[in-house]
């Protein structure tokens, strides 16, 4: 029997590298093992993992020397940063490099790095539609993922470069989800005006990265982008007025005023609003639903996650 190849699987507790660990798993007649790796092997979240057949390995996403023992041996990675946990786009380009030279100098065969655009490609810093942010930024944290490409291709790695979307999980954990106004009725804020944005499960990004390995060589060297479906606010509020058994009204706010609710990142979430809803054909066609359906053919849609995790929203 041919041994199988071994995916090694950066933020293998998070919502994409979850994703894909649980992937590789439930694929028994596949042709990958999962190696998860994660800064603390003793969390209940890593040890569910083990305890489901994966590998798991610690390393510091921070930590190059540790990285690369835990690439050493592995056929594929998957290479994700963690913005929100510092809100420092430098730390993410730093940790690009650190991933990207531990999958050269460990020999993987095929990364798949999960990035974003650079927005600085279609509004230059000098551009007054957008404040500039930190100095050398329009959206941080897309920003320094787009920045963080060039890392992958200096490496000579095979690299497959993932564009991934607005996670529907972000109605759960980010805050995001409609909340009850003065009037006591239930506002969804989406500052996109009436023009769509991508979305996706979480789960999904980790199926679809899953496809993506199981493709070989065929999309290496590639830029790809997923969704599970294209949506205005106001289609997305119908769901969830659905879903939540009572009227949920989309209240599209400006970027601007969004940037002005204050909470940690919503200057940069603000500005990715307004790059989304400026750029929306651009930012949909990069993310084609037919394509990532082709990856994972259990690609879910805001109607199909709803009806599983409507009551997982918290109550507004």
Same mark, same amino acid.
């Given at each position: ?44 979240? $890593?040890? %569910?993992? @083990?305890? =489901? /057949? &994966?590998?798991?390995? #610690? ?6 020397? *540790? ?26 380009? $730093?940790? %690009?490099? @650190?991933? =990207? /030279? &531990?999958?050269?100098? #460990? ?6 790095? *999960? ?28 920003? %320094? ?172």
């Amino acid at each position: 029997m041919t041994a199988r190849k071994i995916i090694a699987v950066v933020g293998a507790t998070g919502a994409q590298g979850g994703g894909l660990v649980r992937s590789i798993l439930a694929d028994t007649d596949g042709p990958f093992a999962v190696r998860a790796i994660t800064r603390d092997t003793g969390s209940t979240a $890593a040890k %569910a993992k @083990a305890d =489901a /057949g &994966a590998e798991v390995v #610690a390393a510091d996403i921070d930590d190059a020397a *540790s990285l690369r023992r835990a690439f050493d041996g592995a056929h594929g990675a998957y290479c994700v940063t963690f913005f929100w946990a510092h809100f420092s786009p430098e730390k993410e380009i $730093a940790e %690009a490099h @650190a991933m =990207a /030279g &531990a999958a050269r100098d #460990a020999g993987v065969r095929h990364v798949v790095w *999960s990035t974003l655009e650079d927005s600085r490609r279609w509004i230059p810093l000098d551009d007054k539609r957008m404040p500039t942010l930190m100095g050398r930024y329009k959206v941080p944290h897309f920003d %320094a993922k787009g920045e963080g490409d060039q890392a992958f291709r200096d490496s000579g790695v095979p690299t497959t470069f993932l564009l991934t979307s607005f996670y529907w999980d972000n109605l759960i954990h980010f805050g995001m989800g409609p909340k009850r106004g003065a009037d006591g009725k239930l506002a969804f804020v989406l500052p996109m005006g009436d023009r769509k944005l991508p979305g996706i499960a979480a789960e999904d990004i980790g199926r679809c990265a899953h496809g993506i390995f199981r493709r070989g060589t065929e999309l290496t060297g590639r830029t790809v982008g997923i969704a599970g479906q294209h949506l205005t606010g106001a289609e997305m509020a119908a769901m969830l007025s659905e879903a939540l058994g009572e009227e949920v009204r989309h209240d599209p706010v400006t970027p601007a005023v969004f940037r002005s609710f204050g909470f940690p990142g919503a200057d940069d979430l603000g500005n990715m609003f307004q790059f989304n809803q400026d750029f929306s054909d651009e930012f949909c066609a990069a993310r084609s639903v037919e394509f990532s359906h082709s990856l994972n053919p259990a690609l879910q849609t805001f109607d199909s996650w709803l009806k599983e995790n409507a009551t997982r929203i918290p109550p507004g």
